[in-house]
């Protein structure tokens, strides 16, 4: 396998802890090679969270380097669109949650939230393709990041990376009180 370059994104609070994680187990089950970093920001006030996993034998250091990242995956809407804009390559793969965390601006009138065409519009400019999640039967938001993960695992993003064995790293990344819950949504959402 070449490096494949997955770039995640979100807001503070969201779980972006528990999709990299995940992901990244599944990858290393599969016998890939796996570099991998967070930055955390302003993330205990709403801020950005990133993690970059770079998968394959050719990858020497963890950062996803700017317009190379083959799958962008936002557990919220503008960062979608960011993680669009700046990291994906062009003909690349972006996988959002439909979420909308406005920040102070937007609530302030003083910038504009994007829409999903937007994303949709970006992405078409790079001749990539954009699938929207959104649940409606969530009972708990922060399983926002479970719901993408069906759909990485369902659309075969991520080569060798099965429904079956994405289920096995979340059954080992998330704390047992919540992890029936969670397997109920992330079934629902694999649609198969």
Known sequence: MSIFNVYLTGVGGQGIGLLSGALGTAIVDVGHKVLGCETHGLAQRGGVVVSHLRVGEGAYAPRVPPGQADLVVSLERLEGLRGAVNMLRPGGR???????YQPIAVRMGEAVYPKVSDIEAEVASKGGTVERVFDEDLSDPRMQNVALLA????????????PAR???????????????????????NLGL
Request: proline content about 2%.
């Open 94 to 100: 972006i996988i959002f949650y439909d979420a909308e």
């Open 166 to 188: 994405l289920e096995k790293a979340i059954a080992a990344s998330v704390p047992a009180k919540l992890l029936e819950t969670n397997l109920e949504v992330y079934r629902r």
């Open 151 to 162: 759909r990485v695992a369902a659309l075969g993003a991520i080569d060798k990376i099965t």
